[in-house]
């Protein structure tokens, strides 16, 4: 027999959610800093590999390449603006908002609902890096935060409220 123990059902809806202050600009900088010489090494190792694929492949598709700067050029832009974003997009997905550079400092992008990202948030930060200038926006709130509604916070501050 279920008997009332004077629990509020309606307790979820007065909660206030409760989210800690954003991390400052230094160590914004040290993640932006740490991902940012970590993604140039990813591209590179990336590029490497499909080289070697393609190089079996096609054997002589480096000379063609090679011989053709314009094309080669804008291969690498290609490639590099569309291998660069899964770099975040992959780490923040699988780790639930956390790079390497956020391991690091101790950091971790949540939703400002504070309920932690989804795949979309961390698809949407990522792709909001490529836009020009988007770095400078980081005086304030970084586009890719107000852009996707998220926010970076201290790990130790959100586990222990």
Not at 108 to 130: C, E, H, M
């Amino acid at each position: 027999m279920n008997t009332y123990q004077g629990e509020d059902i309606l307790k979820e809806f007065n909660e206030e959610v409760m989210i800690p202050e954003p991390v400052d600009k230094g160590i914004r900088l040290a993640n932006f800093l740490i991902d940012g010489v970590l993604s140039t090494i990813y591209i590179f190792v990336v590029a490497i590999c499909v080289g070697m694929v393609l190089g079996l492949i096609i054997p002589n598709l480096s000379y063609w390449i090679v011989a053709n700067q314009g094309l080669f050029k804008f291969l690498t832009y290609v490639f590099t603006y569309a291998i660069w974003p899964l770099y975040y997009v992959l780490q923040e997905g699988l780790l639930k908002g956390r790079t390497i550079g956020k391991l690091i400092t101790g950091s971790v992008a949540i939703r400002l609902d504070g309920q932690p990202l989804t795949w979309k948030n961390a698809f949407g930060r990522s792709y909001a890096r490529l836009v020009p200038f988007e770095m400078f926006s980081a005086l304030g709130t970084p586009w890719h935060d107000s852009w996707t509604g998220t926010t970076v916070v201290s790990k130790a501050k959100l586990v222990t409220m």
